[in-house]
């Protein structure tokens, strides 16, 4: 497997530890593909339960996109208060409102220190994460949002249909050939 997709500490998590089947999903928030993924995921996470394992990387599409970037600073900032999830789930539930003053907003309901995350939103170390989750697409050939990895190897087919979760249920049964 590519080193660029193995998990590391950075990494944004969800599901067991023992999952059969890891989908690595490179994604912007902005992206109108990208937020339909997400439905699809979710719907993937309650069939396939803890046989899947979701890790979150982000690839804003900046010339694309101009609030992705800003979005990908409040999820990195939410996560520093051990809200990153929620905060991911907001920003693709309400993709058509990411300007600054809704993700103060996002922060606000979601309870977070207000001061530390106003403070946090563009600090270089958030910047350096979602950097490097970037980087390491381009290194795995990422060329648009999303892009799917699944125990290693990039998913081709149709994220769109069942396909996609049928895929995983096979790679999740070949773990135990």
Not at 112 to 134: E, H, N, S, V
Not at 153 to 176: L, V
Request: hydrophobic fraction near 35%.
């Amino acid at each position: 497997m590519n080193t660029y997709l193995h998990i590391n500490n950075t990494d944004h998590v969800q599901g067991s530890e023992d999952a059969t089947i890891e989908l690595i999903e490179y994604a912007d928030y902005q992206c109108p593909y990208c937020r339909k993924a997400y439905y699809i995921i979710k719907e993937a996470q309650k069939e396939l339960g803890d046989q899947l394992k979701l890790v979150f990387r982000n690839f804003p599409l900046v010339e694309l996109h101009p609030n992705a970037l800003n979005a990908a600073f409040a999820a990195e900032a939410a996560a520093d208060q051990d809200k990153f999830w929620e905060m991911h789930d907001m920003l693709f539930e309400n993709q058509s409102y990411l300007e600054e003053s809704d993700l103060i907003g996002y922060a606000e309901q979601l309870k977070l220190d207000m001061r530390k995350f106003t403070d946090d939103l563009g600090q270089d170390r958030f910047y350096q994460k979602i950097q490097k989750d970037y980087d390491s697409g381009i290194r795995v050939h990422v060329q648009g949002t999303p892009s799917f990895f699944i125990n290693g190897q990039p998913f081709e087919g149709n994220w769109m249909s069942h396909e996609f979760i049928e895929y995983m249920q096979r790679m999740g049964s070949e773990m135990y050939k």
